[in-house]
């Protein structure tokens, strides 16, 4: 997977109000957020969410559902503190670039799985390498895009080679999706492992492990006695992960105490409603989602694998959508204002962000202008009302995405150029069929990985990209590359802008709105649970 030789190659989910302050989940405890020091409560906590896992083998996987189960129970080689985006040595001992294209990892000495396995760089490159080769399309490989090779000259080095150096990010990406540390003697080298096996092979070393897993359903977690990462301790005797099929249900579990702590998703309307329970607390802050539609370049109207393409035409018609789409009436009557309007690629908050949308479509100050879509449309050719064909998921992305595109269709058909075929399909199915050119243009939502405007663009744009919806633009994939490997911070925010200059041009995707993350507290409940990496955490979590 390569950018013209070089480069990071194809990648593979979004941030509100964004920042890199911690998120704390406080409950009722006066002095808020909580380190780990306390001894902490036998009790196990009861975690409620509606968010769905595919895998939870790290090369299987590229979802928010999938990788707050991993974040528990693998050691990363770097990690980030809880409230802040930096990332330092976790199970490493130190990390440092040794020239431009070396990244030098030494390893804690006596690291093991709790199947009693040695960790050791071994393991660390098997993971890597797996990861590279598996190349799942629904995995994180393209994260990898940079790695050349890795070495493991003792039992606790790794040496990275990079393909560019002085790679920004590539301290970040030890610490993302792509990076779960694995064990090689329980793990396929060439293939997704079955989440059974993971399990029955004991094969953690995070913060906690696993004693009894049904997927989707209900996972049991205990913290891990020898972790020796950089994060705090568990502050509780476990935790029972809850899942829900319908968000009223988990409203309902808020609200009886049958659950300590909820995440993902509830809907506008019952967050507020739960707001006024002095039962709970609700909490917010940066790290939530940005969504978007994603237009396939080879199955939408006009795509270049349909019986009239015609790349100017297909052009035409994301343009079109892009000035009828009303970003603010989407916010403010489906999420009731959690979410906000997004007219770019990289949301507000992060370095080198913009709003290239805003000034070219609609009225030019976020307002929709259906004239201006008509005379696209025309100028182009093409005869209306517009047959197009846009999914959805009902599940992944909480209750309100029917609400939300049930929008976007009245939005789109408003003025008779656009007649919008709305479907939906559930989430597991989705992740298969978007892949598969099933879907013209279909929803998604992103969670970032890393706090940088990078992890906006890369996945996105680069050639191969995660959304595997064809997207080929030679001189953006040369922009990434520059940026991501440029020293100069001011330099490297113009780029930044610049790609998302670019993009806005050829609207590979259509940015819709960026948000917050919540959850939902009990009162007898403490701790840090998400933090300026915008990672669910679980530790160190108490009563």
């Known amino acids: 997977m390569t950018l013209h030789n070089s ?23 006066a002095g808020g957020g909580d380190n780990g020091s306390d001894s902490g409560s036998t009790d196990p906590l009861v975690i409620g969410t509606t968010d769905k896992i595919s895998s939870i083998d790290p090369a299987g996987s590229y979802d928010n559902g999938s990788f707050a189960v991993m ?77 050349d090779s890795v070495s493991t000259p003792d039992d606790t080095t790794v040496v990275f080679t990079l393909k560019n150096g002085n790679d920004q990010v590539w301290p970040q990406i030890l610490s993302s999706p792509a990076a779960p540390i694995v064990d090689e003697e329980v793990f396929s080298a060439d ?24 997927l989707n359903e209900l996972i049991s977690y205990t913290p891990y006695a020898d972790y020796q990462g950089s994060l705090p301790k568990p502050a509780n005797g476990g935790i029972s992960a809850k899942y829900y099929a319908d968000a009223s249900n988990l409203k309902l579990d808020v609200q009886s105490g049958a659950i300590d702590v909820a995440y993902r998703s509830l809907s506008a309307t019952d967050i507020d409603d739960l707001s006024k ?62 979410y906000s309007p997004l007219y770019s690629y990289v949301p507000q908050g992060l370095a080198g962000a913009n709003e290239a949308l805003k000034g070219l479509y609609g009225d030019g100050n976020g307002a929709p202008d259906a004239a201006k879509a008509k005379a696209t449309l025309e100028a182009a050719g093409i005869t209306t009302p517009v047959t197009l064909n846009l999914q959805y998921n009902g599940d992944h992305y909480g209750p309100s995405s029917g609400d939300e595109y049930a929008a976007v269709k009245a939005q789109l058909e408003k003025d008779g150029l656009f007649t919008v075929n709305l479907a939906q399909t559930e989430w597991v199915q989705y992740t298969k069929d978007r892949v598969a050119d099933v879907y013209p243009a279909y929803q998604l939502g992103w969670f970032p990985d890393y706090s940088d405007a990078d992890n906006y663009l890369t996945p996105f744009f680069s050639l191969d990209n995660f959304l595997g919806n064809h997207y080929d633009n030679a001189d953006v994939q040369k922009m990434i590359v520059d940026q991501a490997t440029q020293t100069d911070k001011a330099t490297r925010e113009d780029e930044i802008g ?46």
């Open 7 to 29: 480069g990071r190659g194809r990648l593979g989910l979004a941030l509100g109000a964004v920042g890199v302050s911690a998120l704390v989940l406080a409950g009722c405890s």
């Open 277 to 338: 329970n002095d039962a709970v607390k609700v909490v917010d802050g940066p790290g939530g989602e940005i969504r978007y539609i994603v237009f396939n370049f080879d199955t939408m109207p006009f795509g270049a694998k349909t019986p009239e393409a015609d790349a100017a035409k297909s052009l035409a018609v994301r343009q079109a959508a892009a000035d009828l789409i009303d970003r603010q009436a989407i916010a403010t009557d489906v999420y009731k204002d959690t």
């Open 191 to 214: 293939a997704v492992t079955p989440d059974d096996t993971i399990v029955e092979g004991k094969a953690f070393a995070g913060q906690y492990t696993i004693d009894s897993y049904k």
């Open 71 to 147: 974040t528990q129970v693998y050691p990363f080689l770097l990690n980030s503190q809880y409230g802040t985006s930096e990332v330092t040595p976790d199970i490493a001992e130190s990390a440092e670039f040794t020239s431009p294209t070396e990244y030098t990892v030494k390893l804690k000495s006596g690291l093991k799985f709790a199947n009693g396995h040695d960790l050791t760089s071994s393991d660390v490159k098997f993971s890597f390498d797996r990861q590279v080769k598996i190349a799942d399309p629904n995995g994180p490989s393209s994260l990898l895009g940079n790695l």
């Open 498 to 543: 610049k790609i998302q200059d670019a993009v806005a041009a050829d609207l590979s995707t259509l940015p819709l709105l960026q948000g917050k993350q919540v959850a939902i507290v009990g009162s007898s409940v403490k701790g840090a649970v998400l933090d300026g990496s915008f990672k669910f955490r679980y530790a160190p979590l108490n009563k």
